[in-house]
Nanobody, 126 residues
Framework: QLQLVESGGGLVQAGDSLRLSCAAS????????AGWFRQAPGKEREFVAT????????DYGDSVKGRCTISRDNARNTVYLQINNLEPEDTAMYYC???????????????????WGQGTQVTVSS
């Protein structure tokens, strides 16, 4: 059973940057697609970014496009999400997700993923 642990969240000011990390428990993670989603209180879980197994295919949600970079280090079983120019609207719990997908297909729906972390809170003050 793959386990995912997020870290890197915190309280920041508008305009700051953060790098979130998602560490996986198994080396087979290199064959998994990995994604980031976020959920603010009272709102639905929202797609943020995804990256395929090799790192060669990525996609971003419209609300973060141009401010976010997703990357992975398969030697460290870790996926990263860099968010720049943070806005108060970025305040949410950020979740890492993964699915075994050894291809170039990538999914934007939470239903595309089988494994989820517990989340890391990002709070942006104005």
């Amino acid at each position: 059973q793959l386990q995912l642990v997020e870290s890197g969240g915190g309280l920041v000011q508008a305009g700051d940057s953060l790098r979130l990390s998602c560490a996986a428990s198994e080396s087979t993670f290199r064959r998994y697609e990995a994604g980031w989603f976020r959920q603010a209180p009272g709102k639905e879980r929202e797609f943020v970014a995804t990256i395929n197994w090799s790192g060669g295919v990525v996609d971003y949600g419209d609300s973060v496009k141009g401010r976010c970079t997703i990357s992975r280090d398969n030697a460290r079983n870790t996926v990263y999400l860099q968010i720049n120019n943070l806005e108060p609207e970025d305040t949410a719990m950020y979740y890492c997700a993964a699915v075994y997908r050894y291809s170039d297909y990538i999914g934007r729906s939470m239903w595309d993923y089988d494994y989820w972390g517990q989340g890391t809170q990002v709070t942006v003050s104005s």
